[in-house]
Nanobody, 121 residues
Framework: QVQLVESGGGLVQAGGSLRLSCAASGSIFSIATMAWYRQAAGKQRELVAQTTSAGTTTYADSAKGRLTISRDNAKNTVYLQMNSLKPEDTDIYHC???????????????WGQGTQVTVSS
């Protein structure tokens, strides 16, 4: 099994910054992608940003230019630097990874519990 633990959420004023971190631990053989999703109450999770093990990144249009995803493969950790935050960025942010726990096992997605980001106007 793989466990994901997020940290770094909180309350910030519009225009401010936060840095989210997510560390994966457990019986990890390899991790393909690591990503951040956001979810509002009663809505589906939506992708914010994703990075591959090679460093290729993908961003939601709303994140481009303000949010930056990065990854430390040696630490199995992914970060989300959030700058110029807006009230509409307020949500619960969930960490995700697509991991393999060993040969003979199928890759699957794992999720963290989420961290609240609140941006006040």
């Amino acid at each position: 099994q793989v466990q994901l633990v997020e940290s770094g959420g909180g309350l910030v004023q519009a225009g401010g910054s936060l840095r989210l971190s997510c560390a994966a631990s457990g019986s990890i053989f390899s991790i393909a992608t690591m990503a951040w999703y956001r979810q509002a109450a009663g809505k589906q999770r939506e992708l914010v940003a994703q990075t591959t093990s090679a460093g290729t990144t993908t961003y939601a249009d709303s994140a481009k230019g303000r949010l930056t995803i990065s990854r430390d493969n040696a630490k199995n950790t992914v970060y989300l630097q959030m700058n110029s935050l807006k009230p509409e960025d307020t949500d619960i942010y969930h960490c995700n990874c697509n991991a393999l726990v060993g040969l003979g096992f199928a890759r699957r997605d794992y999720w963290g519990q989420g961290t609240q980001v609140t941006v006040s106007s």
